[in-house]
């Protein structure tokens, strides 16, 4: 008995040190095998990573509500590798987690270890982004954004407003894209949104779109090849606020104004954005809401207690432009 305890121990630890060695990790139980020893719920988070603003408020949420909601947290940043976050989700099965949260960096490759997770009895919530399975039964419930409306938002805005976003003045719109991780589903379905709304002005077109991976510095380099490479860019639709303030600098550099000279375009709202928005170096953002760990943490108590759930819970959205940046930011959560 002695001995099979110590095995066990032992399995754990090596799992823990092998999650420590390919991302990082953080653990706000009491207990290592996954029960607190207070009766209460312990939950494994495997985040994306801290590659943007909107990520950082997402995981400050998680983690303030579990512990407002008593619940012990296990949470662990995969530093944007798929392979980080396939090892934290196995090493939840191992520590026998009563549930497991993940936000997905990818959309696929994830059947065979939520089938691991579904085998050993352990429900899966879907955060912020969808995994592209046939199986639903692999997941309870998927909780965030529907991303593929905040890319419609984006494109209907430039479209409302192509008048004023010609500013080479030469009769088309030309817009470059900033896209977010490549695979990753709001970086697809921002894209599609976007191709969408704009389609229904022949004048407007994407000359160029490559991967800023959602981070400052990407969106910095991606923007400084596209203004050596391209003529005439009139807009930039970055797929998240932190690619398009990497944009700003690039811009900036190039001796342009940022939100004159080339209009830009977001998705987050979160502050350094927000504050950018207002200052007119930004022209218009779409709201992408991180604030999800309350509802979080409420779908768990449900799922961990048998009760029912929606099987998509999607969150509430809103748009701003450079007057209503100024009007929200005194106030702004994250
Ligand atoms: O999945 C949400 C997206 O991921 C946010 O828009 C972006 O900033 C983040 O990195």
Known sequence: MVKKTLIAATAISLSAMALTACGSDSDSSAGAD?????????????QVGAESGWRSANTKSIEDSAKEAGIDLKFSDAQQKQENQIKAIRSYIQQKV????????????????????????IPVILTDRAVDSEDTSLYKTFLGSDFVEE????????VDNAADSDVDGDGDIDV???????????????????????????????IASQTGDFTRD???QVMESFLQSEKGIDVVFAHNDDMGLGAIEA???AGLTPGKDIKIITVDAVKD????????????????????????????EKVVAGEDVP????????????????????????
């Open 34 to 46: 996954g029960d607190s020893g207070n009766g209460s719920i312990t939950m494994g988070f495997a």
């Open 98 to 121: 009563d549930v497991i949260a993940f936000s997905p960096v990818v959309e696929t490759g994830w059947d065979t270890v939520l089938q691991e997770a579904k085998r050993a009895n």
């Open 151 to 158: 890319g419609q938002k984006a494109g209907q805005w430039l």
């Open 176 to 206: 470059v894209q900033l896209e977010g991780t490549t695979g990753a589903a709001p970086a697809i379905d921002r894209g599609e949104g976007f191709a969408d709304a704009i389609s229904a002005d022949p004048k407007i077109s994407v």
């Open 218 to 220: 990407g969106g910095k």
């Open 251 to 253: 811009i900036k550099a």
């Open 273 to 300: 954005g927000m504050t950018a928005l207002a200052a007119g170096e930004i022209n218009y953002i779409v709201e992408c809401n991180p604030l999800l760990g309350p509802q979080l943490m409420d779908l768990a």
């Open 311 to 334: 099987e998509r819970v999607v969150t509430e959205e809103t748009t701003f432009d450079q007057e209503q940046a100024a009007e929200a930011l005194p106030t702004r959560e994250y």
